[in-house]
Nanobody
Framework: VQLQASGGGLVQTGGSLRLACEASGRTFGRAIMGWFRQALGKEREFVAAISWSGVNTDHADSVKGRFTISRDNARNTAYLQMNSLKPEDTAVYYC??????????????????WGQGTQVTVSS
């Protein structure tokens, strides 16, 4: 499985971006998709995740109400809609996938495949 993340960029505080993660491989429809981010000098942190069916989603408290994860299995693509962006959202955003059955979708160590990352910069 290969993941290609896109959609990052520079935006002002309060602005919006939509990240996309396109997957190659035949098992996208059975994979949990997650978004993680890593700011300079900080550890990687969970942002959001979505089950293979799209029924179950999970968002970090820091982004709840502002970010929304979704997926389109017909297009092999997962999305992260980011609204009301803040300077503290500045980071490299990574998408990841796994076919494991997880008790939690929040731990990055349980994901098997990773995209290359896309930079999001929010100016104040």
């Amino acid at each position: 499985v290969q993941l290609q993340a896109s959609g990052g960029g520079l935006v002002q505080t309060g602005g919006s971006l939509r990240l996309a993660c396109e997957a190659s491989g035949r098992t996208f429809g059975r994979a949990i998709m997650g978004w993680f981010r890593q700011a300079l000098g900080k550890e990687r942190e969970f942002v959001a995740a979505i089950s293979w069916s799209g029924v179950n989603t999970d968002h970090a408290d820091s982004v709840k109400g502002r970010f929304t994860i979704s997926r389109d299995n017909a297009r092999n693509t997962a999305y992260l809609q980011m609204n009301s962006l803040k300077p503290e959202d500045t980071a490299v955003y990574y998408c990841a996938s796994t076919e494991r059955v997880l008790s939690t979708m929040r731990y990055w160590g349980l994901y098997d495949y990773w995209g290359q990352g896309t930079q999001v910069t929010v100016s104040s």
